[in-house]
């Protein structure tokens, strides 16, 4: 995507950027959009005027559970860019020059700063998956049941989101741990770091 934002494009654009032979939107903006559309479900149902039961009880249970989800939809949404930004900051990093000792050394430093960087963006959205998988339980039980599906959907996706972004973050993880132990070699030698983004 050559301008703007990606959650700023439209739907056909969007899926089409995800379709490219570029490395960015990838996983971890698809996992963040998915958990987004997710979050929406649960706000979709918790905002209908129908409830399980009709009662006080249900809309009070609804009106927390939505401004509790607003939020969270919102810093998903965000996470969309954010993530492909972080990836790009990594890249740009391993992308910098290397002949010289000086260069090599800052170099590592911003290779290891922006896969720290890489790691937040993930981190938040499983963990805002979390906090969305539990407001989908108090909408689950007081929501209209002829939006269970929409709740069923929405909580399949987050669920699956929180275990995928799990497994995902250990790439970054065990990278900048390789970079940060073999440093001194790397001082010592003059010989840059082995990683799969070097080009």
């Known amino acids: 995507m050559a301008n703007g934002l990606l959650v700023d494009q439209p739907l056909g654009e969007l899926l089409a950027a995800f379709a490219s032979r570029n490395p960015t939107p990838g996983g971890g903006s698809a996992s963040a959009l998915a958990a987004s559309l997710g979050a ?6 918790g905002a209908m005027p129908k409830t399980r039961l009709g009662t006080e009880e249900d809309r009070v249970a609804l009106d927390t559970a939505v401004a509790a989800l607003i939020p969270i939809q919102h810093r ?26 000086p260069e090599r050394e800052a170099r590592l430093a911003s290779v290891q700063r922006a896969l720290r960087a890489a790691t937040d963006v993930p981190l938040d959205v499983m963990r805002l998956s979390v906090v969305a998988l539990e407001h989908a339980g108090a909408i689950a039980e007081h929501g209209h049941r002829a939006a269970a599906s929409d709740v069923g959907v929405a909580a399949r996706i987050n669920r699956r989101n929180e275990a995928t972004e799990v497994e995902r973050r250990r790439q970054p993880i065990f990278n900048h741990l390789v970079d940060s132990l073999s440093s001194s070699f790397v001082l010592r030698f003059s010989v840059p770091p082995v990683h799969p983004f070097s080009p």
Do not use: E, G, I, R
């Not at 929406?40 to 149902?45: D, Q, R, S, T």
């Not at 949404?77 to 002949?99: G, H, I, L, S």
């Open 40 to 45: 929406a479900l649960l706000l979709m149902v």
């Open 76 to 101: 998903l949404t965000a996470a969309v860019d954010a993530d492909a930004a972080a990836y790009a900051q990594v890249v740009a990093a391993y992308k910098q020059p290397k002949t010289t000792q």
